[in-house]
């Protein structure tokens, strides 16, 4: 009787041990979830291009080009920004790629696949160790080029 009831208690530890939850297991999703991780949001972040339009009318204007279409797309210098994000304190610095002009310091957050900084609202689209591509959904002023693709290299 002793080993029955031994060998029950060895089988009953045994099941509940691997039925635990792991630690993994009772996490909730973290800023850390979707495409790319705030590990590897975090450093520079450059201006390569930026893909605007429908059809015929898509156009791609990057920092070669740009001088070609700032009189047809008046203002979209706009999207032409670098971003430096700090995931320790979770704010992001926005310089101009052409001008090098600093526009200061903002809050960010990220959700699943979606960058929120101070207005700016970006959609992450594809991210490789050394590409990252953002839709831009919404600007924290009015800007008539949303729903491009922004191209930034690390």
Do not use: P, R
């Not at 939850?21 to 291009?49: A, M, R, Y």
């Not at 015929?56 to 080009?65: D, F, G, H, P, S």
Request: aromatic letters at 16%; glycine letters at 6%; charged letters at 25%.
């Amino acid at each position: 009787m002793k080993k029955l009831t031994y060998l029950l208690l060895v089988m009953f530890a045994v099941v509940l041990m691997s039925t635990s939850c792991e630690e993994e297991d009772v996490l909730t999703k973290s800023n850390d979830d979707g495409i790319i991780t705030l590990t590897e949001l975090d450093g520079q972040w450059n201006f390569q291009s930026y893909l605007y339009g429908d059809g015929e009318e898509k156009v791609k204007i990057t920092l070669e080009n740009y001088q070609e279409y700032s009189a047809d797309y008046d203002g979209i210098e706009e999207a032409f920004m670098n971003w430096e994000f700090n995931t320790k304190n979770m704010t992001a610095i926005k310089t101009h790629a052409v001008y090098t002009s600093n526009y200061g310091e903002y809050n960010f957050t990220k959700t699943d696949d979606v960058l929120y900084i101070e207005g700016f609202v970006y959609t992450i689209i594809s991210y490789n160790t050394n590409e990252l591509k953002l839709s831009w959904e919404d600007a924290a002023y009015s800007f008539d080029f949303l729903g491009g693709i922004l191209t930034l290299t690390k």
